[in-house]
């Protein structure tokens, strides 16, 4: 079955520790996205990709990386500049860049902890 | 700033009834919306999108667009006690805004 998979879908972290989120999808989607969500509040975007070796900033990307070297796989790491990381993060993927919108497909999130 | 903005709810409805969910934005440039269901700890998806001004019906589901009034909405009929979760409005244009998300508790 084509979709998107993430790990780990539990993650705790110390401060000042870098950990990176995987992302894996098999839809053949060119574009990918990386979203922070935190309690009553909107998705929000942090880093997208629309094609291999480039990637864009989103509106939260501060504190965060990201690389692109295949088209299946946009791996995330939250970095120790990260000041609030704790939050639930979700990988999307789609057949055409948020330009023309479309369907979002989303992996089933990885939840963050900083203790 | 471009916004989205939804009750949060919670909106309490009975099983059978309508529920009716709404949403404002603020970006007159966004030219699709689209409504996302997301139940507790899961991810989104995607149950409608609307890009043209009236209404669009799928099953239970029907979306309605007012782009002079900067409007969506989102009508469950017969509501069942599986729609229970959070509803997020998203518009967009070359990006896409997303509401917090209104919490509908369809009561049996």
């Known amino acids: 079955d084509g979709g998107i998979t993430q790990s780990p879908k539990y993650l705790f972290r110390k401060e000042g520790q870098n950990v990176t989120l995987s992302c894996e999808q098999n839809?053949?989607?060119?574009?990918m996205y990386w979203y922070r969500q935190d309690p009553g509040q909107g998705l929000r975007l942090i880093y997208y990709?629309?094609?291999?070796?480039?990637?864009q900033k989103g509106d939260i990307a501060e504190g965060y990386s990201v690389s692109r070297e295949k088209k299946e796989s946009f791996p995330l790491t939250v970095t120790s500049a990260q000041k609030n990381p704790t939050a639930f993060y979700l990988c999307a993927s789609s057949i055409v860049g948020q330009a023309n919108t479309g369907e979002l497909f989303f992996g089933e999130g990885s939840r963050l902890t900083v203790l | 700033q471009k916004e989205v903005e939804q009750n949060s709810g919670p909106l309490s409805v009975p099983e059978g009834a309508i529920a009716s969910l709404n949403c404002t934005y603020s970006?007159?440039?966004?030219?699709?919306f689209f409504w996302y269901r997301q139940y507790s700890g899961k991810s989104p998806e995607l149950i409608m999108f609307i890009y043209s001004n009236g209404d669009k019906e799928d099953g239970r589901f029907t979306a309605q667009l007012n782009k002079a009034s900067q409007y969506v909405s989102l009508l469950i009929r017969d509501s069942q006690p599986s729609d229970s979760a959070t509803y997020l409005c998203v518009g967009g244009n070359y990006q896409l805004i997303w509401g917090a998300g209104t919490k509908l508790i369809i009561k049996p």
């Open positions: 970006d007159r440039g966004s030219q699709s």
């Open positions: 990709s629309q094609i291999v070796n480039d990637f």
């Open positions: 839809l053949n989607h060119d574009a």
